[in-house]
T-cell receptor
Framework: SAVISQKPSRDICQRGTSLTIQCQVD?????MFWYRQQPGQSLTLIAT?????????ESGFVIDKFPISRPNLTFSTLTVSNMSPEDSSIYLC??????????FGEGSWLTVV | SQELEQSPQSLIVQEGKNLTINCTSS?????LYWYKQKYGEGLIFLMM?????EEKSHEKITAKLDEKKQQSSLHITASQPSHAGIYLC??????????FGQGTTLQVKP
């Protein structure tokens, strides 16, 4: 299994500001991903965080809005830039372990006011 | 329509009763995950199914994968209040990437 810690767990942000979410895994993993869960909805994949190279974004998500870093095999950050109320969501980090099982972090619940 | 459909969308059962949640895919299933989520929190891994006909159990929860029907079911036996939450199925679409159903909200009345 994998233990995934996310920070912050919750935050209230002013519109127009940016917030960086951290994801720390207790073991080295090849694949790390970031998802968004809007209120009352299911999860949508934002991007794959690639170690040592630019993230791979899904359709509808762009690097300028959601810059991602992956400096090593246990850590990644997602920044939500120039936030608006529509960005109010739970943001979740996930990893695929060497056993091909996908685990999720505890989530970061952002409210933009 | 959604690529992955869950039914029912919500469920209220009396403690001790059995229940089943279904997850149907419009595409071939290469792997299927079940998670549980408490409101506003992260996803708790329940089970992963990879082969047609595969069935896994953990405590009072059993999940099956019917590859031919492109469907999976999650069955809870003798439900307890601790089983309450949102159950999500996720289908593997590419290495590590999941597409999710809309979720099933379960309430268990004591």
């Amino acid at each position: 299994s994998a233990v995934i810690s996310q920070k912050p767990s919750r935050d209230i942000c002013q519109r127009g500001t940016s917030l960086t979410i951290q994801c720390q895994v207790d073991s080295q993993v090849t694949m790390m991903f970031w998802y968004r869960q809007q209120p009352g909805q299911s999860l949508t994949l934002i991007a794959t965080a690639n170690q040592g190279s630019e993230a791979t974004y899904e359709s509808g998500f762009v690097i300028d809005k959601f810059p991602i870093s992956r400096p090593n095999l246990t850590f990644s950050t997602l920044t939500v830039s120039n936030m608006s109320p529509e960005d109010s969501s739970i943001y979740l980090c996930s990893v695929e372990t060497s056993g091909n099982t996908i685990y999720f972090g505890e989530g970061s619940w952002l409210t933009v006011v | 329509s959604q690529e992955l459909e869950q039914s029912p969308q919500s469920l209220i059962v009396q403690e001790g009763k059995n229940l089943t949640i279904n997850c149907t895919s419009s595409k071939t299933l290469y792997g299927l995950y079940w998670y549980k989520q408490k409101y506003g929190e992260g996803l708790i891994f329940l089970m992963m199914l990879q082969k047609g006909g595969e069935e896994k159990s953990h405590e009072k929860i059993t999940a099956k994968l019917d590859e031919k029907k492109q469907q999976s079911s999650l069955h809870i036996t003798a439900s307890q209040p601790s089983h309450a939450g949102i159950y999500l199925c996720g289908a593997v679409r590419n290495t590590g990437k999941l597409i999710f159903g809309q979720g099933t909200t379960l309430q268990v009345k004591p």
